[in-house]
């Protein structure tokens, strides 16, 4: 069964503080992996990985994919409140136009 | 439109009652999904539909889900005898079909079944 595992489940830092979500997955084939930001109820889209290595950046947000090790990270440096979301995961399989995702990081950004 | 919209953003139904969910995607997208998210979980699958047919609806968890989308744009997700467990929030998303995972999702619909 695909499987996408985000980690940690939950995270409060303080403004100005860097931070590092986790994001593995286990699929039959894998296509991309993607990073949504879902502040209220719409997930908006940050970044799509197809590529090993290559970093992926946009502003204080950027993110990389490791193929062999089948994990990415997002990390967001001087984080700020409006940063605050659930951010969410997500896998395309070859062939398929589905998104499996995972269950999301909460992060909460104290001022 | 400038987004994906879905009507209604809350509806609240008794157990047993049947409803239907609207999804307006974005003008030109070809590509149309429906996911539901249950608190504290990602989204998850349910129909994927290519023009006007389901291209996928392997994520439908029982016959009591139907969806259509019959000229190719708008779609209706139909729920026939709410269950209490159907309780979630409903997210449609649209695409390019060249666009490979770039899905834009609308605001969602929170369905709560008494």
């Known amino acids: 069964e695909d499987k996408v595992v985000q980690s940690p489940l939950s995270l409060v830092v303080h403004e100005g503080d860097t931070v590092t979500l986790n994001c593995s997955y286990e699929v039959t084939n894998f296509r991309s992996l993607l990073w949504y930001k879902q502040e209220k109820k719409a997930p908006t889209f940050l970044f799509m990985l197809t590529s090993s290595g290559i970093e992926k950046k946009s502003g204080r947000l950027s993110s990389i994919l490791d193929k062999k090790e089948l994990f990415s990270i997002l990390n967001i440096t001087a984080t700020q409140t409006g940063d605050s979301a659930v951010y969410l995961c997500a896998v395309i399989i070859q062939g398929a136009q589905k998104l499996v995702f995972g269950q999301g990081t909460r992060l909460t950004i104290n001022p | 439109g400038a987004g994906v919209s879905q009507t209604p953003s809350n509806k609240v139904t008794e157990k047993g009652k049947y409803v239907e969910l609207r999804c307006d995607p974005i003008?030109?997208?070809?590509?149309l999904y429906w996911y539901r998210q249950s608190l504290g979980q990602g989204p998850e699958f349910l129909i994927y539909?290519?023009?006007?047919?389901?291209?996928?609806d392997s994520g439908l968890p029982n016959d009591r889900f139907f969806a259509v989308r019959p000229e190719g744009s708008v779609s209706t997700l139909k729920i026939q005898r709410t269950e209490r467990g159907d309780s979630a929030v409903y997210l449609c998303a649209s695409s390019l079909l060249t666009s490979w995972g770039e899905q834009f999702f609308g605001p969602g619909t929170r369905l709560t079944v008494l």
């Open positions: 539909f290519q023009g006007t047919g389901a291209a996928d």
């Open positions: 003008s030109g997208h070809t590509a």
